[in-house]
Every structure is written in structure tokens, then in C-alpha cells.
């Protein structure tokens, strides 16, 4: 084979590879911004839905989908009337900023109160092969209420379940967004991802788990990213032989 053909083929198998790889990267959430809604912002299940998200009847969850900028200025309207966090819109200098690092839309589920959990079925999967589960979250309190909170999430895919840390809020404070990445093993090829409030305390001090940013995606294998750097080196080998042979005869 000519070393034109050598470097075609080198381009030709390493793109190959990196589409192999871009595909194993595919994230299999829908909607993971909450940025698709029925009614804009409100109460999950009430009177507002995320698209591809499901929640427990209103009765046993407390979950609130805020707009960017929303959460505390106008905040979002549920069975027990409105409802924000605190933040500089209505009198806490926390640091909350106006979306999060995703931006737009995102969730905000009180864990120590009609405590439901947020779920999508996932389908595309491989029994045995490892997904990452990747999100952005935080945790904060709602207005109008004073006193030490924790937040977290515990996150599950089928039968495993993982958890965050649990961070601890200060009154009428603010945590600052955090990204978490767990690794799960599935079972079968679809199923139920969920996503449960953690922290406290019960009573009169309302804390509120944020979060937004959501995808899943297959781990590479090893050998992928071996074949990969093998195809990149190939082509590069080629490249430069190319080059040499050109500045030889030039």
C-alpha cells in the first residue's frame, strides 16, 4: 500500500474510533436542564410537569421546578401558595446566583417534607456495562424561615443507589453549586433513574436540594480509548512521512 493509502487508512480508522467513543459519550437523559416544562415554573405533579420526569402524587412530594433568576424573586406557586429560597432578591447576601452552572430552569425538592423522589426511565442501556451519572447541585433553605440545614441527594439507578455528601447550610444561606459524578452498573436495558432529597432538620427550618444539569453516559472501555490513541499515533506517523517526503523532493 502506498503511503497516501497508509494515511487514508489512519484517518479512516481513527475517525471510526472517535465515533465509537462520541457514541459511548451520548448522554441517554432527556430534558436533564429542565428546560422542557408543561406550565412553567410551579409544583411537579400540581400544576406544572417537567417533560420526561415523573414525581409521586403532590401529597408525597415537595418538588418545585424554579426559573433562572426566579427562585428568589418570584419563586413558584404549589399547593400551599408561593414558594422561594433565599437569596439577594429578597434579602439574603448568600451568593445565589441567577441560574446554574447549566442555566435555565432547575429543581429545588424539600427533604424533610412530603419527601418524593424525582424519576426518568432510561432506556438504551447494556446489562453489565458501567454509566456515569453526572448533575449539579446545591443546597439552600426556603424564605421566610431561619435556622441551620443540610442537603443532599441520594441517586439511584434501578436497584443501586448512591449518595452525595450532605453539605450544611448556614441560615438563610447558600452552598454554591457542586457537580457530582457516580458510576452505576446496570442490569438490564432499561432502567429507572431517581433522584431522592436528603438532609433536615424536620420541622420549621425548611431546607431545599437543588439540582439541574443531569446526563448519563456510558464509561469507555479501555481497550476504546487503546485503539484510539493506536489510530491518532498511526495517522500522526503518517502525517509526519508524508511531510519528510515532501521537504525530500522539494
Known sequence: ???????????????LLFAG???????????????????????????????????PAPSSSYVFLFASGGADTTGSNGQYGNLQIWGPGNGSA??????????GNYIGSDPSFQNGAISQTIGGLTAGKSYDVSFDWAGAQQAGFTGETTEGWQVSLGSETH??????????????????????????????????AQGGPNGSVPPFALLDGVSLTA??????????????????????????????TA
Open 94 to 103: 448568600n451568593g445565589l446566583p441567577a441560574s446554574s452552572p447549566n442555566g
Open 21 to 55: 467513543a462520541a457514541s459511548a459519550n451520548t448522554n441517554l437523559v432527556t430534558n436533564g436542564g429542565f428546560e422542557a416544562t408543561t406550565s412553567g415554573p410551579g409544583q411537579l405533579g400540581y400544576n406544572t410537569d417537567a417533560t420526561d420526569w415523573s414525581v
Open 1 to 15: 500500500m502506498s503511503k497516501t493509502g497508509s494515511i487514508v487508512m489512519s484517518m479512516l480508522s481513527a475517525s
Open 163 to 196: 449518595s452525595t455528601a450532605i453539605l450544611t447550610t448556614p441560615s438563610m444561606g447558600f452552598t454554591g453549586w457542586q457537580t457530582a459524578n457516580l458510576t452505576f452498573t446496570a442490569t438490564s436495558g432499561s432502567e429507572v433513574l431517581s433522584f431522592l
Open 219 to 248: 464509561v469507555p472501555e479501555p481497550a476504546t480509548w487503546a485503539f484510539m490513541l493506536v489510530g491518532f499515533g498511526g495517522m500522526g506517523a503518517a502525517i509526519r512521512s508524508r511531510r519528510r517526503q515532501a521537504a525530500a
